[in-house]
Antibody
């Protein structure tokens, strides 16, 4: 069974840093692109970042470029999102999701809540 | 950057009725790289359709997708009580874009 489990969410002050993790199991992690998607409270979905199977290509939404870094460790079947210089509008539930080779994100974690507030 | 605009914002229908949701792109979506998701409160999104018209694994055949270029449609042929939720379209590729969502509510 495919499982994605996020961790690392919590309360962080504006300008601070936080690292989200996503533990993957039930599939060959190294064979799939992975994504981070977020959802602010009461709002819609916003794609944040994608990373290629070997980590050699990374893509970000403009609003997080230069502040967030997506990475992965295939030996540990884990995906990460390093969030620096966070702002109030980064407050959201952050989901990790597997990216299908034929398109779309077919498996999602339960989400990790990040709250940016002083 | 492609912008996806979904309409209507809210759709009020009764179980058994047909639902038609629209997703319009600001530029042509290459190779039909368009997906649809369903999200219920407190849950992660669920992939329904990819490639504009292919159903994901386990999705009932009352869900269908169509369209190409800039205009795409998700149709639910006969609404079941569990279908009332928020639906998002997504343009996927090296980067992704989501529409703002359509809330399907019980009339």
């Amino acid at each position: 069974e495919v499982q994605l489990v996020e961790s690392g969410g919590g309360l962080v002050q504006p300008g601070g840093s936080l690292r989200l993790s996503c533990a993957a199991s039930g599939f060959t992690f190294s064979s799939f692109w992975m994504s981070w998607v977020r959802q602010a409270p009461g709002k819609g979905l916003e794609w944040v970042a994608n990373i290629k199977q070997d980590g050699s290509e990374k893509y970000y939404v403009d609003s997080v470029k230069g502040r967030f870094t997506i990475s992965r460790d295939s030996a540990k079947n884990s995906l990460f999102l390093q969030m620096n210089s966070v702002r109030a509008d980064d407050t959201a539930v952050y989901y990790c999701a597997r990216k299908r080779q034929l398109g779309g994100n077919d498996y999602w974690g339960q989400g990790a809540l990040v709250t940016v507030s002083s | 950057e492609i912008v996806l605009t979904q309409s209507p914002g809210t759709l009020s229908l009764s179980p058994g009725e047909r639902a038609t949701l629209s997703c319009r792109a600001s530029q042509s979506v290459s190779s039909g790289y368009l997906a649809w998701y369903q999200q219920k409160p407190g849950q992660a999104p669920r992939l329904l359709i990819y490639g504009a018209s292919s159903r994901a694994t386990g999705i009932p055949d009352r869900f269908s997708g169509s369209g190409s270029g800039t205009d795409f449609t998700l149709t639910i042929s006969r609404l079941e009580p569990e279908d009332f939720a928020v639906y998002y379209c997504q343009r996927y590729g090296l980067s992704h874009t989501f529409g703002q969502g359509t809330k399907l509510e019980i009339k």
